[in-house]
């Protein structure tokens, strides 16, 4: 059984379809097998059967023999420049070359005589040079005679032009103050002030001595008696002391005078002084010592007037000496430079140096 399905595995893969019925007939009987017949034609190749699993990699092929040389590519662009090299050491000086020849003389140069400050009058020659109004001038001709004035005149050439002049140095310190000039005469004096303001009445003051007869005035005509007024109180005196002291005791009905202080002008020493303005009396009150003239210890007698206005002003007086001379300023700035001078002749040619060994 196992031989004929082998034999039907066989006849799927190599025989036709009518040779495969006949196999399948033949199996499927029970008789035994006869002898093989002979081979068969090869049939027709069946269809392609379907792709089977893929193998395992085999071991790899020696290696071929090298292929022929290809072709030579296209050149590629260029690189990019490499770094520059470090510069070799300098090779040693060249022995001294030969003396060459000497040079022809140069013409002989031009010189000057220097005659100082021009002076008038004077007969300069050609390349005489003189000195005018801070400018160097020289001959240059004679022709005509060089006797005016350098700039004025066309036989003279400028050498040397004078700078500017530099700028004024700061002002010095002003001198000291001269000696004060004689004082002016006093002023006119000034108009009276005004009356000052009525103080209040003061005490009775002492009996005062008796006056000159005065002539009889015209009799008037006789008034109507008044009512007799009351009996006034007996009045006190006053003892005057003068100007009120610091130190001293004052008793009752004593009378000082005290007063402002004020500044004045004293023409004659040409200063200021203080003054103290006694026109202010006071008289006191109660026995005092120490205390200045005021309420409640004084009373005020008299009140000083407002004090009058202010003088006209005198003439001004001379005027003082001239104070010393100022220190000397700094120093200008430099002026600019002058014109160039003109250009010297030509010296002599030097000699030709030696020329050099060639450098390895």
Not at 243 to 253: E, I, R, S, V
């Amino acid at each position: 059984m196992r031989l004929g399905q082998a034999l039907l595995l066989l006849s799927m893969r190599f025989l036709s379809l009518p040779a495969l019925v006949a196999a399948l007939v033949i199996t499927g009987c029970g008789a035994s097998t006869g002898p093989t017949g002979p081979l068969g034609p090869t049939g027709p190749g069946g269809a392609d059967g379907a792709t089977g699993v893929t193998g395992p990699t085999g071991a790899a092929g020696l290696d071929g023999s090298p292929g022929a040389t290809g072709i030579t590519g296209p050149v590629g662009a260029p690189g990019t420049p490499g770094l520059q090299g470090v510069a070799g050491q300098t090779g040693p000086q060249g022995a001294p070359g030969l003396v060459g020849v000497t040079g022809p003389t140069g013409a002989a140069g031009v010189s000057f005589t220097w005659k100082g400050a021009w002076v008038s009058g004077t007969s300069y020659a050609k390349n005489d040079v003189v000195s005018y109004s801070g400018s160097s001038w020289v001959v240059a001709s004679v022709t005509p005679p060089p006797v005016t004035v350098p700039p004025s005149s066309p036989t003279w050439s400028i050498v040397a032009q004078a700078g500017a002049a530099g700028v004024t140095g700061p002002v010095g310190p002003p001198g000291s103050t001269g000696p004060t000039g004689s004082t002016g005469p006093t002023g006119l004096q000034g108009v009276q002030g005004g009356q000052g303001d009525l103080g209040p009445i003061g005490p009775i003051g002492p009996q005062g001595t008796q006056g000159a007869q005065g002539v009889v005035g015209v009799n008037g005509p006789q008034g109507v008696t008044g009512p007799t007024g009351p009996t006034g109180a007996a009045g006190g005196s006053l003892t005057w002391l003068g100007a009120w002291n610091a130190t001293a005791l004052y008793l009752k009905n004593d009378a000082v005078s005290y007063g402002a202080t004020y500044v004045v002008f004293d023409p004659n020493t040409n200063t200021s002084v203080s003054v103290t303005d006694p026109s202010s009396s006071w008289v006191a009150v109660s026995p005092v010592a120490g205390v200045s003239p005021a309420a409640p210890a004084w009373a005020l007698i008299a009140q000083a007037g407002a004090q009058g206005p202010q003088g006209l002003a005198g003439a001004v007086g001379a005027a003082g000496a001239t104070g010393a001379t100022g220190a000397q300023g700094e120093p200008g700035l430099q002026g600019d430079p002058g014109l160039r001078g003109l250009q010297g002749f030509p010296g002599a040619q030097g000699i030709q140096g030696v020329q050099g060994v060639q450098g390895v």
